[in-house]
């Protein structure tokens, strides 16, 4: 088997050839990240999925991610490293689901999560992302939403904005889900100096203890930013890579047990040489699905 750097060498000559540009979401593994052209959250990754000039988008993440590449650039071949990389959250809202909840509340904005299917992102007003989730919100001026399909992204933004009345889909990430209070306890014993950043998609009883409530790009800004020496990261163990990088010199823990999504897992150094040699898992969205889905997504992309 071809040692790491090998592998980079082996993957930049062919993304050369190929007129390919890699993207690798914060949670991918170590390797796959240091190999991309860009790194970062889903906001940051959408942004260099449609300003590209690249003929080939390769999309080191899960199949949402490469979704929302293809609405942004149907002129693009998008190309995802491993097609059984899925995202449980996504799965936990339907099309037809929502259709029937919009049936339910006619005449309110449908407020979608960035993590979710194209046929989902098609019957929605807007999407959004942790990121720029309570300004997106914000910018539609409406006093009701439906906000699918994390709730717990949701209450974040109910409780930011006390003005809206936020209606809540019932999903979750299972990563996110899983973190406890008493774990963010542990972990202040063990560290207690140690400043606490965690992701909205955490449940409010274990926001309700970060000092920080951010996105992976946040966490990354705040990291370079602040005086605190250590940190305390309450979300997928993969940022703890990009973190090391942005603030060099610094500490970053995870909780224990660690944060570690599978699905961003699955994705090699290997499956990223091999789409990019082959042209295999090409991403398609059917056109009518693209059209609707394209405001959305662009309103999410258009707004901090």
Known sequence: ?????TLHDEIRTLARERDAIILAHNYQRGEVQDVADFTGDSLGL??????????TIVFAGVHFMAETAKILSPD????????SAGCPMADMMTADELATWREAHPGIPVVTYVNSSADVKALSDV????????AVVRSLGADRILFGPDRNLGSWVARALPEVEVLLWEGFCPTHERVTPEQIAEARKRHPDAEVMAHPECRPDVV???DFVLSTSQMLRRAAD??????????EEGLLHALAKAAPGKRFVNLEPRMICRNM????LE???DVLRDGTNEIVVPEDVRERALTAVQRMVAID
């Open 208 to 210: 309700d203890l970060a």
């Open 271 to 273: 499956k990223v040489r």
């Open 1 to 5: 088997m071809p040692d790491t750097a």
């Open 265 to 268: 897992k699955v994705t090699t």
């Open 226 to 235: 602040s005086p605190a020496d250590e940190f305390i990261v309450v979300t």
């Open 76 to 83: 693009k071949t998008v190309l995802l490293p491993e097609l």
């Open 46 to 55: 959408s942004r260099q999925a449609s300003e590209t000039s690249a003929q």
């Open 127 to 134: 999407c959004v992302t942790s990121a720029n989730a309570v």
